[in-house]
T-cell receptor, first 114, second 111 residues
Framework: DAGVIQSPRHEVTEMGQEVTLRCKPI?????LFWYRQTMMRGLELLIY????????DSGMPEDRFSAKMPNASFSTLKIQPSEPRDSAVYFC????????????FGPGTRLTVL | GQQLNQSPQSMFIQEGEDVSMNCTSS?????WLWYKQDPGEGPVLLIA?????ELTSNGRLTAQFGITRKDSFLNISASIPSDVGIYFC???????????FGTGTRLTIIP
């Protein structure tokens, strides 16, 4: 079975540009999580969705960040405008209702903002 | 946001040695999980603990859910090269899907 799919795997962009990260959760999973990982702050939860509805976005750093989940098989995390301090690895994870605490992570997107 | 405190931050061991790491929190969690992250990959679940005092094994890995619900530990016996990576604990509170992750323990095996 395919795991969580993220694209792109690597993104290099210039400050001020818009960045869109994409995630396809595991089929049948109804919760989706976006995380950011940096050396300084570790693994931080940004936002999570349940049945395509945003449940908790308290981890979203500021208005430059937005996330959507238009359907059960796709989610995006957008940063506009991007800044160098946004450079990090962004992970998407999904889980099902039956094993809701066993989150399955994607391979991540390494974002570098110059 | 809150993070769980993991120790040690890093470990340098020789192949065949046993490893022990722990995770502590100032608040109670109802579920403890241990993940491993390989370079360039996302974390992968190793062990899940659901009950205070529970001791669970997965091959050479053994983890325990602390009685106070504020801590957990992970042991790896007879380490092998593929054990290299970063180990994260994560806690979950009852009725909440959010996981709070630890700061990580980086394991390196010295040739």
């Amino acid at each position: 079975d395919a795991g969580v799919i993220q694209s792109p795997r690597h993104e290099v962009t210039e400050m001020g540009q818009e960045v869109t990260l994409r995630c396809k959760p595991i089929s049948g999973h109804n919760s989706l999580f976006w995380y950011r990982q940096t050396m300084m702050r570790g693994l931080e939860l940004l936002i999570y969705f349940n049945n395509n509805v945003p449940i908790d976005d308290s981890g979203m750093p500021e208005d430059r960040f937005s996330a959507k989940m238009p359907n059960a098989s796709f989610s995006t995390l957008k940063i506009q405008p991007s800044e160098p301090r946004d450079s990090a690895v962004y992970f998407c994870a999904s889980t099902s209702g039956s094993t809701y605490n066993e989150q399955f992570f994607g391979p991540g997107t390494r974002l570098t903002v110059l | 946001g809150q993070q769980l405190n993991q120790s040690p931050q890093s470990m340098f061991i020789q192949e065949g040695e046993d490893v022990s790491m722990n995770c502590t929190s100032s608040s109670i969690f109802n579920t403890w999980l241990w993940y491993k992250q390989d370079p360039g990959e996302g974390p992968v679940l190793l062990i899940a603990l659901y009950k205070a005092g529970e001791l669970t094994s997965n091959g050479r890995l053994t983890a325990q859910f602390g009685i106070t619900r504020k801590d957990s530990f992970l042991n790896i016996s007879a380490s092998i090269p593929s054990d290299v990576g970063i180990y994260f604990c994560a806690g979950q509170k009852f009725g909440n899907e959010k996981l709070t992750f630890g700061t990580g323990t980086r394991l390196t095996i010295i040739p």
